[in-house]
């Protein structure tokens, strides 16, 4: 392993939220170490800590008032090059929207919590697929978070929506405490045969056995996803605090360093830091 104090590491994947603000109603309603507020200041040392230039910060409630909230808080806080913020994508008058949160602060991409749908097929009905050609028309990521079984969609997305750049979540959730690879496996070696499909490491030891996993857990399904993504189509992220339910921030970059294999300093800069910038077109900010 290469000396990572040479790259500008990017976290693809946080989330900052505000209870008093917004419900975040997928949130469990006990006390509990998610059930408070996670603001900038609560993750700079820990990105100070491993050498994080700069982040990606997603949505966790599906409302415009906490994309708002993020962009803001973006705009007022250096290390936050992007957001990826809810819209409701089969709204009609979505691209107006999309056009006054671009206005508003960093928007890089939007993301719909598919995986909680009741109907498998929300990501290839017709209205979705209508609002995400606005997406792609202003140049913006889709975060794609889904369950595997939701997977056989990237490919009608895909081809309904040619130029949309796909960022999958958390490798799509595999089963990782069960060690179960299939049918996960062959569902996102299919989605990664499009060119226009990436994938985050993150999010994977919260899929493991939170008080029992290790390194060996995840890194059969690390290995696969590199596969058949390559390590230029593949991108860290922490998935901050959610990831508090069974790792550090350490502890979880510590496991994608330790699970995804041998890189030289070319693929550890793509890993890190590189994938996340062509994926989001970041170079204007970093």
Not at 26 to 49: F, H, K, Q, T, V
Not at 77 to 89: E, F, K, L, N, Q
Not at 185 to 207: F, H, M, P, Q, R
Not at 223 to 237: K, P
Request: aromatic residues 8%; proline residues 3%.
């Amino acid at each position: 392993m290469v000396m990572l104090e040479q790259i500008k590491i990017i976290d693809s994947h946080h989330h900052l939220w505000d209870l008093s603000k917004f419900e975040y109603p997928w949130m469990p309603a006990e006390e509990g170490i998610l059930r408070r507020n996670y603001l900038p200041s609560d993750l700079e040392p820990y990105i100070l800590d491993i050498g994080v230039g700069g982040t990606i910060v997603v949505q966790a409630d599906q409302t415009i008032g906490e994309s708002e909230f993020l962009l803001l808080t973006a705009s007022q806080t250096s290390w936050i090059y992007g957001v990826v913020a809810w819209v409701d994508v089969r709204d009609h008058n979505v691209g107006n929207t999309l056009d006054k949160l671009l206005a508003t602060g960093p928007l890089v991409g939007i993301r719909h919590q598919v995986e909680d749908e009741v109907d498998d097929d929300w990501l290839i009905r017709v209205e979705t697929l209508e609002g995400l050609k606005e997406v792609a028309k202003r140049g913006l990521v889709f975060d794609v978070l889904v369950k595997p079984r939701q997977l056989k969609h990237i490919k009608v997305l895909s081809e309904a929506v040619s130029d949309l750049r796909m960022v999958i979540d958390h490798m799509a959730k595999p089963a990782i405490a069960e060690g179960i690879l299939q049918p996960w496996s062959e569902d996102i070696a299919n989605a990664a045969s499009y060119e226009n499909v990436y994938c985050k490491v993150s999010g994977l030891v919260t899929e493991a056995d939170h008080t029992g996993w290790s390194t060996k857990d995840l890194r059969p399904f690390v290995n696969h996803a590199r596969d058949v993504f390559g390590i230029d189509r593949l991108m860290w992220g922490s998935d901050w605090p959610v990831c508090l339910l069974a790792s550090t921030y350490k502890g979880v970059f510590d496991a994608a360093v330790n699970s995804i294999g041998n890189m030289d300093l070319v693929d550890s800069q793509r890993f890190f830091e590189g994938t996340a910038k062509e994926a989001y077109s970041l170079d204007k900010v970093c």
